[in-house]
């Protein structure tokens, strides 16, 4: 039987989401996936990197046009699709099969991208969304990319309304909602170190580690 086990994360932007996934990825000494996932996919496709950062949690209502809608100058032999047509959708299969297969590997957390909806067959998940308070989020953003807090809050509500839409799209669940995951805790309530604490405690208790 399969020991491994799989945490995924769902953020709000300056929540401080990915700093407390990689802690507890630490702590429990498991694999830790971000924008790592963007280097494998590349990586197992033979596709350029740069096709899945522009399309990184991004919904797919229509195909995306510049890079996107170009044919496969940049695929290397064999890997190009029926279709010879990039779409987030076919990105997103790239990146769903890397995260199924990592997930088969070994235990791991995975920080967005609709891992929790891909891994929803798993029998061993964990789906924690990490919100905070808007004044903690700003604050956080300000002094990490030292910008206005005008320019935090357009940096946070764009890329919220692109996680939201990136999510719902795929998972027909709604982002951030309590029902759809099993823990949903403000950061900025207990601060960094101690949400680690308790989401590491909701963990251990969820799975019997």
């Given at each position: 039987m399969n020991?491994?086990?799989?945490?995924?994360?769902?953020?709000?932007?300056?929540s401080g989401g990915r700093e407390i996934g990689e802690k507890l990825a630490a702590r429990l000494g498991i694999g830790f996936y971000d924008k790592e996932l963007i280097k494998l996919a590349s990586e197992e496709s033979g596709l350029c990197c740069e096709f899945f950062e522009r399309a990184d949690e991004r919904a797919s209502q229509s195909i995306i046009g510049?890079?996107?809608?170009?044919?496969?100058?940049?695929?290397?032999d064999g890997a190009v699709p029926a279709t010879n047509c990039l779409s987030n959708d076919a990105l997103f299969k790239v990146q769903s099969d890397v995260i199924r297969k990592l997930a088969h590997q070994h235990s791991c957390l995975f920080v967005g991208r609709c891992a929790d909806y891909i891994l929803r067959d798993h029998p061993r998940c964990v789906n924690v969304?990490?919100?905070?308070?808007?004044?903690?989020?700003?604050?956080?953003?300000?002094?990490?990319?030292?910008?206005?807090?005008?320019?935090?809050?357009?940096?946070?509500d764009k890329a919220d309304r692109k996680r939201a839409e990136y999510y719902n799209y795929y998972s027909y669940k709604k982002w951030g909602a309590a029902e759809t995951y099993h823990l949903c805790i403000d950061s900025s309530v207990l601060g960094i170190d101690a949400t680690v604490d308790f989401v590491e405690e909701f963990v251990r208790r969820r799975l019997g580690l």
């Open positions: 020991k491994n086990f799989i945490i995924n994360i769902g953020r709000q932007l300056g510049g890079l996107f809608s170009m044919r496969f100058p940049f695929v290397s969304f990490i919100s905070c308070s808007r004044e903690e989020r700003i604050r956080r953003l300000c002094r990490i990319h030292a910008i206005s807090e005008q320019a935090a809050e357009e940096m946070m």
